[in-house]
């Protein structure tokens, strides 16, 4: 696969900006909150513009990676600071940058205790999320997958609602670190196996593609392996239960960065990792994948339903959101590939402003039950304007960012399995069910609780953070073409080379299997 160097080492910039402003904050002497968030802010702000450079450099008609960097670092055992993006990974890059200095002034005012501490997890937070998206030395990127997991820990168990943070933050921790240690296992089984193929020990990600050939038991156990850790991440049904505790107790910014980056990592896991380096297991287990997907997109919509809390019915949602993905991803063609990136995209837009929406109404009423609401429409008009725009986003309205996605998941999985797609479309009708029933009762009827009568409508400070992310609802729902086509070059070389080595896999195995019958005939003779 061929490699495109950029003059200026803009990836390693882009990464570990975020940590030298953690550093800075970590050794200056000063304690002043507002000095200790005003220097997240431009950290993170400053990341941000260094991160746009990306989009309008990168050359969407070219198959490789792109703005490469490739520093040996323990040579011995074949570990480099091996570090690049393609179409694939880029809109995800930006994601994570866009939303950082959002949750900064997200938390300006709810964050009052531990500011320091409370910023230098959050700009690590960054670091790392940024790093698992840009590594491809398998090593590296698996260092950052778990650094990345401290200060989320750290986020939820230290600034969480605290009646059951340690809880949610534990459970976090262990499901998370369990399926780290089989990926960990399998990428050292790939390690050697490469090694008594080619005689190189690498952890190189472009030349384990280059591996023609895995036999089908080891695709199997090391699909198995893969999916588990990113299954886990994304969460898929059944490895979800972890999800819906850690966005209840978790900080307003912690349920943002976790809905709109983190639960990214799962399946940006399956289309860098597991899909490209085990074709033949992947073939295999499309059927299993897909049922488990479309069951995560009912039952999370349906469970949705029944919440009485705000915080966790947003949840539940990205249970079914996340299982459209998945779906698109295992359609195996470029209409659902393409739909599962879009949609990742849309996904931490839309979800990313339900959970800043409901800490909005949190800091005023410090109650997230529906029950607590009603009416607000008439005491908060413009409040209510936002949530209804961000509501029909994330029930995928025409005209908006989540149709796109949604749409063309739905027209992927049809090609591929018509079955599949009438399953998955009932998804969207109970999204509108359950997301149009939560505004109902929360925006209109009479305001009842004396408490509601008078709340402030959103601060320009609430604004300023809503408005950019509308912007983009708007922007990818009317005219996605803009983001599509830094993808689309990518996801046909990604299907191409998935499809080639399937079929260069399935004709070894054959010519395998054919030598071993042979050796049989010729000993029973």
Known sequence: MDQLQFPFPILTLLTFLPALGAIFIMISNREGAIQIRWTALVASCANFICSLPLFFYFNADYTGMQFVEQIPWIKGYGISYFIGIDGISLLLILLTTFFAPICVVACWKDITKNVKEFMICLLLLETGMIGVFVSLDLFLFYVFWEVMLIPMYLLIGVWGNPARRIYAAIKFFLFTMFGSLLMLVAILV???????????????????????????????????????????????????????????????????????VLLKMGTYGFLRYSMPLFPVATHLFVPLISILAIIGIIYGALVSMVQKDLKRLVAYS??????????????????????????????????????????????RRHTRMIEDFGGLAKVMPVFAIFFMIVTLSSIGLPGLNGFVGEFLILLGTFKSNVVYAVFAATGVILAAVYMLWMFQRVMFGEVTKEEN?????????????????????????????????????????????????????????????????????????
């Not at 893969?226 to 490895?239: E, G, S």
């Not at 470029?334 to 990313?352: A, C, D, R, Y």
């Open 190 to 260: 790939l390690y050697f196996y490469n090694h008594s193929v080619t005689g190189e020990y690498t952890f190189n990600l472009l030349k384990l593609y280059q591996l023609e050939y895995i036999p089908f038991n080891y695709q199997v156990w090391l699909f198995l392996a893969f999916f588990l850790a990113f299954a886990i991440k994304v969460p898929m049904f059944p490895f979800h239960t972890w999800l819906p505790d850690a966005h209840t107790e978790a900080p307003t910014v912690g349920s943002v960065l976790l809905a709109a």
């Open 318 to 363: 990205s249970v079914s959101h996340l299982g459209f993905v998945m779906l698109g991803l295992f359609a195996l063609n470029l209409q659902g590939v393409q739909g599962s990136i879009i949609q990742m995209v849309n996904h931490g837009l839309s979800t990313g402003a339900l959970f800043l929406i409901v800490g909005m109404i949190y800091e």
């Open 453 to 525: 009568k008078h709340l402030k409508d959103l601060s320009f400070r609430e604004i300023g953070i809503l408005v950019p992310i509308l912007i983009f609802i708007f922007w990818i729902g009317i005219y996605p073409k803009t983001f599509l086509s830094k993808t689309e070059t990518s996801v046909r070389h990604f299907l191409t080379e998935l499809n080639k080595k399937y079929e260069v896999s399935i004709q070894k195995q054959n010519d395998h299997l054919a030598v071993k019958e042979g050796e049989e005939v010729i000993v029973k003779r």
